[in-house]
């Protein structure tokens, strides 16, 4: 899978000293005259709007790059790796390629001001169990977010306290059109999740969706899906020591939601009811989806509360 092409692409241009789209492009050319990069595919690519399709572009970028890699490596290699390659390759400091990755093209950030500060922070987070020693309970996790400075990027950090300890990843966020979408490492290891989720709005106080990846306690990796809430916590709120893991479907989720400062107003069964009853639903009569109806209604609860309360 293909990730992080605007910083790359921002990278390229420092390296061969780009100050437009166009030498941008001209560089491409002069690489492959039939090369599929153009400007107006381009713009979007800068911007993280899309990325390139076709396996050709990342091969011709291997070329213009001098690197003896195959474009794939281009197109999924994490971002320290690709500057690291660039700097080994071409003998630069990776200092110095940041330095003139300042004068460089100049993108749109990935995620604005507004929605960075709708982002940012720290958010409880609960998704059915995917391991099938722990079917029918709940997984809670933590996950935080936040402006990369280096990147222009929003990234994520997703953990969960497992029985056999601490289980981090980490990766980017992208705002687009249709969804807000998250894909996670493992740090150290070969793990991967995926987040698609309905696109937040201000206050914030809640994101919703999908999780994809494959169980990581089992007897073999599964492929998997799940039903997501991440909760967003107040500025001042941790989780308490111990806080995470795995959850009965006996225990109240308003109840623990309260022990980390979130006091939800209203029945206390009816909305545990609500919340579960979200979190299990699998798909079984069509696709895995969650309709808008039923994500604005979780939504309604937490923004009354978020409004009162962090106002």
Not at 15 to 33: C, E, I, T
Not at 88 to 99: A, K, N, P, T, Y
Not at 212 to 227: D, M, N, Q, V
Not at 245 to 253: A, K, N, R, T, V
Request: neutral net charge; proline residues 5%; charged residues 20%.
């Amino acid at each position: 899978m293909a990730q992080h092409i605007a910083e790359k692409l921002r990278i390229t241009a420092a390296l061969l000293g780009a100050v437009s789209r166009k030498d941008l492009a001209a560089a491409f050319r002069r690489a492959n005259p039939e090369t599929s990069f153009d400007l107006g595919r381009a713009d979007k690519w800068l911007q993280g709007r899309s990325q390139p399709r076709q396996l050709s572009v990342y091969e011709d970028w291997a070329r213009v790059l001098d690197l003896n890699r195959p474009g794939a490596w281009v197109a999924q290699s994490d971002l320290d790796g690709f500057a690291e390659a660039i700097c080994e390759r071409h003998g630069i400091d990776r200092s110095e390629l940041e330095r003139r990755m300042g004068a460089q093209i100049s993108s749109p950030h990935l995620v604005d001001q507004g929605t960075d500060a709708t982002l940012s922070g720290s958010y409880a987070c609960y998704s059915k169990a995917l391991s099938p020693y722990y079917r029918g309970q709940l997984i809670r996790s933590t996950v935080s977010m936040k402006m990369d400075t280096r990147t222009h990027g929003m990234s994520a950090t997703y953990t969960e306290a497992l029985p056999t300890g601490s289980f981090v990843m980490t990766g980017a966020v992208t705002l687009a059109k249709r969804g807000l979408y998250i894909h996670l490492r493992e740090a150290g290891g070969d793990a991967q999740f995926f987040l698609s989720l309905f696109l937040p709005s201000p206050p914030g106080s809640v994101l919703a969706g999908y999780m994809c990846g494959t169980t990581i306690i089992g007897p073999e990796p599964l492929p998997s899906a799940a039903r997501i809430i991440l909760i967003r916590l107040p500025s001042s709120a941790t989780p308490p020591d111990g806080w995470g893991g795995y959850f009965q479907p006996s225990e109240s989720l308003v109840e623990d939601l309260r022990a980390l400062g979130i006091g939800l107003d209203g029945d206390g069964r009816s909305l545990d009811r609500e919340l579960w009853q979200f979190l299990d639903e699998d798909g079984s009569a069509g696709p895995c989806q969650v309709s808008e109806a039923s994500f604005r209604s979780i939504v309604g609860v937490f923004d009354r509360h978020w409004l009162r309360h962090q106002a």
